[in-house]
């Protein structure tokens, strides 16, 4: 077996080997400049150009060039934006509506229900977010309805969308340019980067900008997503490494074939994982089969006076970063764009070994 790190980490997590080099290069002499990445002016026109790229890269890789949509790069993470929709969106004296699948979707009905009327419109929570709601009935009466694409805790994903005449939000913090999907459907789209767009410190926004046309009331300009678009992702002083990382990593998934090459690699690698979780005698997984996530594959130990020798096990073979969330247990293993199947094959030689010798 392979002694290198395998990183299954849910966030911050792997990068791909070129884009931590050529950060690692720029934070020492950025274009051979002299000068660290990390201190030049955010008004430098070496970086003008590397936002301005990385908005219209997100775009075109979501097929959304020329179709009335604005990319931004802002700092908060999703948790911002949690605040930063309904503080948008929703107006007064009216009603928004989310589905609840999962801790990220329930944090952001929580922090919306500050600003007006929240409607839970569907939930799993009593199952544990083990699925996603099927057969949804949606209000007519809401100023827009708010999703989160893929559960990174629980394991769950949506594979069919709702469809509905009311402005649709989606958190796609997880699954963001990992699958093929009409993106036209949605009418604001958050993620935070450091799963498939890049490291810790900005969040990509993709809005419609009709959408935008709605909002009458005041807001202030940080919270602003007019202002943010006036400004072009330049309001206050962007975090200038954490863009650069996103602008490497929209270019090296381009240039290893985009969201479709993306999409059949991520398939084969969850095909692996979910086969071998469900073959295997010493574990099990809990979400439903067919809400599996395709990013975020959740498995347990059936006899869980095992875990030292399996967590010992996976240290030896340099997997990193498998433990489920505090709050779920078990095991987690993220296989974001950047993960190469030959970590997936790793992992499910251990499991079988694991198998073999403890079983």
Known sequence: M???RHNFSSGPSILPDEVLQKAAQAVLNFNDSGLSLIEISHRDPAFVDIINSARSQALELLNLQDKGYSALFLQGGASLEFVRVAYNLL???GTAGYINTGSWSNNALNEASYFGKIVEVASSKDKKYNYIPKNIEIPSNLDYLHITSNNTIYGTQFKEFPQTDIPLVCDMSSDIFSRVLDF???DLIYACAQKNAGTSGVNLVVVKNELLERIKKPIPNIMNYRKHIERESMYNTPSVFSVYVSY???NWLKDSGGVEAMERKNRA???LMYSEIDRNNLFFGNASVEDRSV???TFFLKDEKLATQFNTLCLKEGIYGINGHRTA???RASIYNAMPITSV???VQVMQYFEAHFG
Do not use: R
């Open 184 to 186: 036209t459907k949605f």
């Open 269 to 271: 690698k969850a095909h």
């Open 2 to 4: 392979e002694t290198n």
């Open 91 to 93: 107006s007064k004296n």
């Open 248 to 250: 490497l990593t929209l």
């Open 329 to 331: 247990g078990g095991y």
């Open 345 to 347: 094959q790793l992992l």
């Open 295 to 297: 990013m975020n594959a």
